[in-house]
């Protein structure tokens, strides 16, 4: 999963693309799958994951595409469509190739390496993607994705927020590397679109 800048970096994009950078719900839609606190959803059920026959994870964004494609006229939902491609990616992507490869003694370090790094790369992703922080948001209306609970999502707005306060990181990336990352935004953008051109043009 890439971090909450990283999803608000995709779906600002998404919305210069499809609405002229109108929408608001879609950057609602781009945060909501990670919502879980104050209210633990299970991640395996607002992330779509289906598990293959031999184990694996992976989320099912065709499986919310047929699921609620009658609902794409809310850009919520396109913005809910875009983490899931983004999550998907990363998981290929990144995940794959420098966390799940590690010894099992040294993935929970690399994980947590991760996160310090999401926190380094909030400022550098801003020097590509110039974005403020998003204001006050209304109640959230008319969604209905199962084990989401929309009345919570001004506590992962607030989070995005705040990671606009980061300061200029003065630490190198532990794990990550910040042209990977951009190519990584790049591709989540892409095949978003490439998926919802037959379906919103």
């Known amino acids: ?13 998404i919305n210069k693309h499809f609405y002229q950078s109108k929408e608001i719900r879609i950057h609602l839609g781009g945060l909501a799958p990670d ?12 992330h779509f994951v289906q598990v293959s026959e031999d184990g694996r994870k992976r989320t099912d964004y065709n ?43 040294e993935k929970q370090s690399a994980i947590e390496k991760g996160y310090r790094d999401f926190r380094r790369l909030n400022k ?7 974005l403020n922080p998003i204001g006050e948001i209304h109640p959230v209306e008319n969604i209905h994705i199962e084990g989401l609970y929309t009345e919570y999502l001004p506590v992962i707005v607030k989070q ?10 003065t630490e190198p990336l532990e794990i990550y590397n910040l042209e990977n990352m951009l190519s990584y935004l790049r591709l989540s953008i892409s095949e978003t679109i490439k998926l919802l051109n037959p379906i919103l043009r």
């Not at 919502?35 to 607002?46: Q, S, V």
């Not at 499986?63 to 998981?91: M, N, P, R, T």
């Not at 550098?124 to 110039?130: K, N, V």
């Not at 995005?160 to 990181?169: A, H, M, R, S």
């Open 63 to 105: 499986l919310f595409i047929q699921k609620y494609k009658e609902h794409f006229d809310d850009s919520f939902y396109i913005g809910y469509l875009s983490h899931l491609v983004a999550d998907s990616l990363w998981y290929d992507m990144i995940y794959l190739k420098q966390i799940k490869c590690l010894p099992e003694t």
């Open 160 to 169: 995005l927020n705040d990671d606009f306060q980061v300061e200029q990181p």
């Open 124 to 130: 550098m992703l801003l020097t590509y993607h110039p």
């Open 35 to 46: 919502l879980t606190h104050p209210i633990y959803a299970p991640k395996a059920l607002t």
């Open 1 to 13: 999963m890439g971090s909450r800048m990283m999803h608000y970096c995709i779906t600002t994009e």
